[in-house]
């Protein structure tokens, strides 16, 4: 099942956050789900080591990063919305260095997908948000670093604006980030993406579609060598911290229009999973498991074809 893809999760992407509205369980139930209802065989889900922080660095400012070393609550991260552990530190990076992990396999495979990160209200300099460290701009930044890549996009779908990877990829026109969200919800005043769309309130299926099909095009207009994806489950209708209307069948469409485009484009793909904050934990975890088993499904394909 996974000759055109690999798939990475880590037991520490869990880390006890406390009373809360992420819900950080959901990581390995949709990991659970792949294995139950994919033919994944356990043994074949990689685990990531943390990002060391060399490779932060790529992304993150010095200063920053030792304020998360020694959990200090400064200036740079008193905007995150979560407590500041080890433990969560830990989860952060293992985050990061999942996302890395799983470009370089979609650099090999066709197909990398972390079932975790997404993280992008992290900037250089400070955290934001459920987001301490920007998995997307450090695995961007690695593999440009390494010489694997030049140009790159991020395709971010989450129902919030992925204010971080655009600050950190402003004025880089080596990145094109693209960003659909809910114009009126959280981050209030957004950053500038390569290319920004925002949906009014209540916008469903039919208007996502439609907005999203010339917004994919310039992507591929840029020539990325890789796409980031960023596949939020939070546009859902039923989602407490999104106000989009988009349904199950609508999600669906959605991830199709990006994970089997680039499979026909040839152009490798990282899933990673960004926010979801459905009233019932269970949606978002069919949601993530969805987009998983559309981007398996399209990697075999674009395997098959015909060169
Ligand atoms: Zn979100």
Redesign the pocket.
């Known amino acids: 099942m996974l000759s055109a893809a690999v798939v990475v999760h880590s037991p520490g992407y869990f880390c006890d956050i406390g009373p809360h509205v992420f819900p950080v369980e959901k990581f390995a139930l949709v990991r659970a789900h792949l294995v139950s209802e994919l033919e994944i065989e356990a043994g074949e889900i990689v685990e990531p080591a943390p990002a060391p922080r060399e490779d932060l660095l790529r992304a993150h400012t010095p200063e920053y990063l030792d304020d998360l070393e020694a959990l200090r609550w400064t200036h740079r991260t008193r905007m995150s919305e979560l407590p500041l552990t080890a433990e969560i530190v830990r989860a952060y990076r293992l985050a990061a260095g999942g996302t890395t992990l799983a470009a370089r396999g979609a650099l090999e495979r066709g197909c990398g997908i972390n079932l975790g990160g997404g993280f992008h209200h992290a900037s250089a300099d400070r955290a934001e948000g459920f987001c301490y460290l920007n998995d997307l701009a450090v695995a961007v930044r690695v593999l440009q670093h390494e010489g694997r890549i030049r140009r790159a996009a991020v395709v971010d779908l ?3 604006q992925g204010n971080g990877t655009a600050r950190i990829f402003g004025g880089d026109d080596s990145v094109f980030t693209l960003s659909i969200h809910q114009e009126s919800n959280y981050p209030v005043p957004k950053a500038a993406s390569t290319l920004d769309v925002g949906l009014a309130d209540r916008a469903g299926d039919e208007e996502y579609l439609r907005r999203l099909d010339p917004a994919l095009e310039a992507v591929w207009s840029f020539g990325p060598e890789i796409v980031l994806y960023q596949a ?1 489950a ?1 546009p859902y209708v039923e989602d407490q ?1 999104g106000g989009l209307a988009l349904t199950l069948g609508g999600l669906e469409a959605r991830d199709r229009r990006v994970l089997e485009s680039c499979a026909l484009r040839g152009i490798p793909v990282v899933v990673t999973l ?2 979801g904050y459905a009233l019932r934990v269970e949606d978002t975890v069919r949601i993530h498991a969805r987009t998983c088993r559309i981007a398996l499904s399209a990697a075999q394909a674009g395997m098959r074809r015909p060169a």
């Open positions: 989450d129902v919030h939020g939070d911290l960004g926010g």
